[in-house]
């Protein structure tokens, strides 16, 4: 069975521009995740999809950062305009159904770097 | 918001030896688990616990769901190279995972 596949795997960037990632799940996971993984620290969650739509992006910076799973597959994050800070792994993550039902499971990231 | 103290930061140990790591909460948790990752990838589950005193091993890995819910704790048992890498735990709110800052495993062979 395929996993949690991310692209791109590195990017560098210079503050003020803008990235995208993307984040295919594991074939009819119905819940998608993107954490947020700063050098040092545990993930910490941005949001949270369920099919395409949006159970909870509390700790999303919404001034900056933006989800969608417009058909409940495939998931990308934006970061527009990126902060020094922005620096971390983009984590994607996907459970067959909501995690307090059952496992997830993470890709393997993408390691933004802001310069 | 939530946080997870996990303990030690680091620990640089002789293959063969056992290690014990442990994470405390202030908050209760309904669910504890514990993941590894390994450089370059995502983490990826060890244990889940889900009753509070509950006692659960995986091969040399044994976790244990303090009975106050605020607390859990790893111990893996004759440790071997490939044990190196950061170990987190994890407590699950409803939907959402709060993890702690993990623990480095350093395995000299």
């Known amino acids: 069975e395929a996993g949690v596949a991310q692209s791109p795997r590195y990017k560098i960037i210079e503050k003020r521009q803008s990235v995208a990632f993307w984040c295919n799940p594991i074939?009819?996971?119905?819940?998608l995740y993107w954490y947020q993984q700063i050098l040092g620290q545990g993930p910490k969650l941005l949001i949270q999809?369920?099919?395409?739509?949006?159970?909870?992006d509390s700790q999303l910076p919404k001034d900056r950062f933006s989800a969608e799973r417009l058909k409940g597959v495939d998931s990308t994050l934006k970061i527009q305009p990126a902060k020094l800070e922005d620096s971390a792994v983009y984590l994607c993550?996907?459970?067959?159904?909501?995690?307090?039902?059952?496992?997830?499971?993470f890709g393997q990231g993408t390691r933004l770097t802001v310069v | 918001g939530q946080q997870l103290n996990q303990s030690p930061q680091s620990m640089f140990i002789q293959e063969g030896e056992d290690v014990s790591m442990n994470c405390t909460s202030s908050?209760?948790?309904?669910?504890w688990l514990w993941y590894k990752q390994d450089p370059g990838e995502g983490p990826v589950l060890l244990i889940a616990?889900?009753?509070?005193?509950e006692l659960t091993s995986n091969g040399r890995l044994t976790a244990q769901f303090g009975i106050t819910r605020k607390d859990s704790f790893l111990n893996i048992s004759a440790s071997i190279p490939s044990d190196v890498g950061i170990y987190f735990c994890a407590g699950q709110d409803g939907n959402k995972l709060v993890f702690g800052a993990g623990t480095i495993l350093r395995v000299k062979s």
């Open positions: 999809f369920q099919n395409n739509g949006v159970v909870d």
């Open positions: 908050s209760i948790f309904n669910t």
């Open positions: 074939s009819g996971h119905a819940t």
């Open positions: 616990l889900y009753k509070a005193g």
């Open positions: 993550a996907s459970s067959l159904l909501p995690l307090s039902l059952s496992e997830a499971f």
